[in-house]
């Protein structure tokens, strides 16, 4: 499998990690002893998944595959805008 396909299968992933980490206040007291917090984690895993999304870009053959880049980048840089801001405003908040 290429690198667009994986792209898309982590920005489908993405979602649900952060749904998961946004409603499970229990996961916060577990990386409170790292002193990470599970947002920026999140953010990361969404970063890469968004630069493999840009570098998919260059397999694009025809339109399914065209279609799976501009769906992970849109979903991965939507994601990327609202932990972004939920850890601005939260550090603001501090």
Request: charged share 10%.
């Amino acid at each position: 499998m290429n690198v667009n396909v994986w792209s898309f299968i982590g920005a489908l992933l993405c979602i649900p990690l952060f749904l998961f980490t946004i409603f499970t206040p229990s996961i916060f007291k577990l990386f409170q002893m790292t002193g990470t917090h599970p947002l920026n984690i999140v953010f990361g895993i969404t970063l890469v998944v968004f630069f493999l999304g840009l570098v998919g870009f260059k397999d694009m053959r025809e339109w399914k595959s065209i279609s799976r880049s501009i769906v992970s980048l849109l979903l991965t840089a939507l994601l990327m805008v609202i932990i972004g801001s939920i850890i601005i405003v939260g550090s603001l908040l501090k």
